[in-house]
Nanobody, 121 residues
Framework: QVQLMESGGGLVQAGGSLRLSCAASGSISSIIAMAWYRQAPGKERELVARISSVGSTNYGDSVKGRFSISRDNAKNTVYLQMNSLKPEDTAVYYC???????????????WGKGTLVTVSS
C-alpha cells in the first residue's frame, strides 16, 4: 500500500509565500510522476504543477512564474514553493503521484488527503 502525506498548508496574507511538501511512503518500487492539484470551493479540481521522474515540469497557467515544483527522489518527496500568493489561490491542495508499488507491473494513481491553503486579502 502507498500513502501520500501533505504538509505545509495554512493561512497567509496576499503576497506571501508557503511551501507545501508531500511524502510518499509504503511499498514503493518506483515513482513515475508527482503533481499538485487544487480545488477551490465550488470549482473543479485543477492541475497546479507536475514533475516527472527526470525533472521535467509543467504548470497551470494561473501559477506560472509564481509557483515552483521540485522533488527529492531519495526521499520520495515533492515540494511546491508558492510565492506572490493571491486570494484566488485559496484552495485545498492535493498531492498526486503515479506509483509502481512493490509487486505491481504498472503504475497506479494515488492521492493525498489534501492540505488547506488560505490566502487573505
Amino acid at each position: 500500500q502507498v500513502q501520500l502525506m501533505e504538509s505545509g498548508g495554512g493561512l497567509v496574507q496576499a503576497g506571501g509565500s508557503l511551501r507545501l511538501s508531500c511524502a510518499a511512503s509504503g511499498s514503493i518500487s518506483s515513482i513515475i510522476a508527482m503533481a499538485w492539484y487544487r480545488q477551490a470551493p465550488g470549482k473543479e479540481r485543477e492541475l497546479v504543477a507536475r514533475i516527472s521522474s527526470v525533472g521535467s515540469t509543467n504548470y497551470g497557467d494561473s501559477v506560472k512564474g509564481r509557483f515552483s515544483i521540485s522533488r527529492d527522489n531519495a526521499k520520495n518527496t515533492v515540494y511546491l514553493q508558492m510565492n506572490s500568493l493571491k486570494p484566488e489561490d485559496t484552495a485545498v491542495y492535493y498531492c498526486n503521484s503515479a506509483v509502481v508499488a512493490a509487486g505491481d507491473y504498472y503504475a497506479r494513481n494515488y492521492w493525498g488527503k489534501g492540505t488547506l491553503v488560505t490566502v487573505s486579502s
